[in-house]
């Protein structure tokens, strides 16, 4: 079963959603970037709290990946927005659906195609 077209105001409140995100992410990332930078090894730092440190740095890389990857599909969508396609899958182009663009107002595909992917 296809999902629904978006009616003009959830179009609009996905719209926001976007926006929101867009900022969220780039505040996120600038606390990320802070917290990447290298740890200094010459700082006499207990053995432990060095150890801290790399582990800290690892896992902020990690997930700054995954936000730059949302980020670009936020930008992506906001695109898709200006061009009126918005909220229809990048690969089928049938509608995504207002209960999946609303948890994920960044998601470029379609449950099927998603899960296609994903295979
Ligand atoms: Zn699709």
Redesign the pocket.
Known sequence: MSAEELTPEQLEELHQALLTAREDLKATLRLANDGAKPVDLDTPIGRLSRMDAIQQQQMTRASRSTLDIKLRQVYASLETYRTGEYGH??????P?GYPRLKARPEAP??????GARER
């Open positions: 899958c990048r690969t089928c182009e049938e995504i595909f379609c449950l099927d195609c998603q």
